[in-house]
């Protein structure tokens, strides 16, 4: 099963994530994501499949920060490391927050390893209050390549279940509005809003 590869995979990482070829890859990911969010001091902001909480941490506001992801290892090491916020550790489709709690909620390079991105998504719009903003940045492959690589994954040892498309990524969010897309090289941002 994906998320018993995915907590496997990411607890052995967890120690020595940033000095990963995943830490660096998705370093990038996080700056990107970065510069092209929106954020005002006292936002309440979850990053689910949020690692070691190193988003979080890069937000130049005040924030009430929250982080999720099924390894255990990486939320203990999260929750060393940026004490100042809160980490669980939790699956995509049942995130123990209240209704409306959150003002953003981002996935930044994790989207990918969602086991059910129509729970996930329905659980978005539970968390997130009413005109607040999704950011989902995932990799991006061009369709003849992620067509190619989506028949491979099945057999990856990281717990990846499929590469998406941006208007795939876009399609799956009813009660939200496309705010904006962003790609840069390999990588791709969607911003929706809950109306």
Known sequence: MSVDKNIRAYDKKADNYDNTFDGRFTGKFKELLLANMFI???????????????????????????????????????????????????????????????DIITVCAAYHHFPDIGAFALEAKRLIRQGGSLYIAEIYLPPIIRHAANIFLPFSKDGDVKFYSCKEIIDMFSGFQLVKTVRKRYIQIVQLQSE
């Open 40 to 102: 005002k001091d006292g936002d309440s902001v979850l990053d689910v499949g949020c690692g070691n909480g190193a988003l979080l941490s890069k937000i130049t506001k005040t924030i009430n920060g929250f982080g999720v992801d099924v390894s255990p290892q990486m939320i203990k090491n999260a929750a060393v490391r940026h004490p100042e916020f809160e980490f669980i550790v939790s699956s995509c489709e049942k995130i123990s927050f209240s209704d409306n709690s959150m």
